[in-house]
């Protein structure tokens, strides 16, 4: 029984090593990202958020025409907007999608009728490659 014990020791100690040998070839964060929300509303956004992944962002206090800047750290998910305008309307939209590995410089407009996406991508560290993309979804308000 004693050796048995012994060289089940002797297993099990490299499996942590190995399991972190593992993870760290796997595709990592390491990417960050930027994104700009512009509101184009025509009204102030007196409250809102933008959710990405679990960093939640402010978006009350920003005027017809301005814009907010953000950085995060890359994380799979996709943009959630929720914004309340001065006029007491209400909307809240998913928009994008994000994957680890990537660095993003992004643009987020909403608008009157419409949250409009312009998403530039790239590989961790390189600017070789670089998607542009554009997504735009309606808005349903609620009064």
């Known amino acids: 029984m004693e050796k048995i014990k012994g060289?089940?020791?002797?297993?099990?100690?490299?499996?942590?090593?190995?399991l972190l040998g593992l993870f760290a070839l796997l595709p990592g964060c390491g990417g960050t990202g930027k994104v700009q929300f512009s509101n184009q509303a025509g009204e102030a956004i007196v409250e809102g958020h933008l959710r990405i992944g679990g960093q939640v962002f402010d978006l009350g206090g920003i005027k017809p025409g301005e814009s907010r800047n953000f950085s995060?750290?890359?994380?799979?998910?996709?943009?959630?907007?929720?914004?309340?305008?001065?006029?007491?309307?209400?909307?809240?939209?998913?928009?994008?999608?994000?994957?680890?590995?990537?660095?993003?410089?992004?643009?987020?407009?909403?608008?009157?009728?419409?949250?409009?996406?312009?998403?530039?991508?790239?590989?961790?560290?390189?600017?070789?490659?670089?998607?542009?993309?554009?997504?735009?979804?309606?808005?349903?308000?609620?009064?």
């Open 7 to 18: 060289a089940a020791g002797a297993l099990l100690f490299p499996f942590p090593a190995l």
């Open 72 to 143: 995060f750290p890359c994380s799979d998910g996709n943009y959630v907007v929720g914004v309340t305008l001065s006029s007491g309307r209400r909307a809240v939209a998913t928009i994008g999608t994000l994957r680890r590995g990537m660095d993003y410089e992004d643009v987020i407009s909403i608008e009157k009728k419409r949250i409009h996406l312009e998403s530039r991508q790239s590989e961790v560290g390189t600017s070789r490659g670089r998607s542009i993309l554009t997504q735009e979804k309606p808005l349903k308000w609620i009064f």
